[in-house]
């Protein structure tokens, strides 16, 4: 019953580091996201994925790289970290249809000094 | 593009009372509609969603949403509130040739005893 696990679920970062968020679904899901959520803007897409070894960017993928090497998992990079990346990264999973919900992590709250 | 408008912030409501969240979308064609509710450190769980058919949608812990085409609204409904409905609800929109969706501000709900 895990569902979508992200790792870590807290980090701080000083500005130019480098980290890896890790997303985990044992769904069998075809389609994976990462969203970023910020105080009154909800929830915006920063990259996803329709299938294994493919990535696409969302609403704001500035700063941000993406991999699917194995269709279970989603990592989301940030090279060079930067203050206004502070915020807290979701990740979300879905079967392959449009009209299918989407399944959510518990999220990484991401501090950058 | 599609987008989706929650107009109410904040709403603070008694135990026992109503509830009423609006939410107004802009896309061209036949929408697909969610609600989705967020608790305070938690990801976000599905509360129900529309496709198609009947236009008065029943979800999870007692809340139901209606689709007014007309109005360009899905506006989300409980009849008596629970201390435990206190949290971050969003309205998300999708599409029929889109993988992505787009989600409101979000709207928090405060319930006082």
């Known amino acids: 019953n895990a569902g979508v696990t992200q790792t870590p679920k807290f980090r701080v970062l000083k500005t130019g580091q480098s980290m890896t968020l890790l997303c985990a679904q044992d769904?069998?899901?075809?389609?994976m996201y990462w969203y970023r959520q910020d105080p009154g803007m909800g929830l915006r897409l920063i990259h996803y994925?329709?299938?294994?070894?493919?990535?696409a960017k969302g609403e704001v993928p500035d700063g941000y790289n993406v991999s699917r090497l194995k269709k279970q998992n989603f990592l989301l990079g940030l090279e060079s970290a930067a203050p206004s990346q502070t915020s807290v990264y979701f990740c979300?999973?879905?079967?392959?249809?449009?009209?299918?919900?989407?399944?959510f992590g518990d999220g990484t709250r991401l501090s950058i000094l | 593009a599609q987008s989706v408008t929650q107009p109410d912030i904040h709403i603070t409501v008694s135990e026992g009372a109503s509830l009423e969240l609006r939410c107004n979308y802009s896309?061209?064609?036949?929408?697909?509609l969610f609600w989705y509710v967020q608790s305070p450190g938690q990801g976000l769980q599905l509360l129900l969603k529309?496709?198609?058919?009947?236009?008065l949608v029943q979800g999870i812990k007692g809340f139901e949403a209606e689709f007014k085409r007309s109005q360009s609204s899905f506006n989300l409904r409980k009849p008596s509130v629970h201390w435990s409905d206190a949290a971050e609800y969003f309205c998300?929109?999708?599409?029929?040739?889109?993988?992505?969706?787009?989600f409101g501000a979000g709207t928090t709900v405060t319930v006082r005893a």
């Open positions: 979300a999973s879905e079967r392959q249809a449009s009209n299918q919900p989407q399944h």
């Open positions: 769904m069998n899901h075809e389609y």
């Open positions: 994925s329709v299938g294994e070894g493919t990535t």
């Open positions: 896309y061209g064609a036949t929408p697909y």
């Open positions: 529309y496709f198609s058919g009947d236009t």
């Open positions: 998300a929109v999708g599409s029929s040739n889109d993988y992505k969706l787009s």
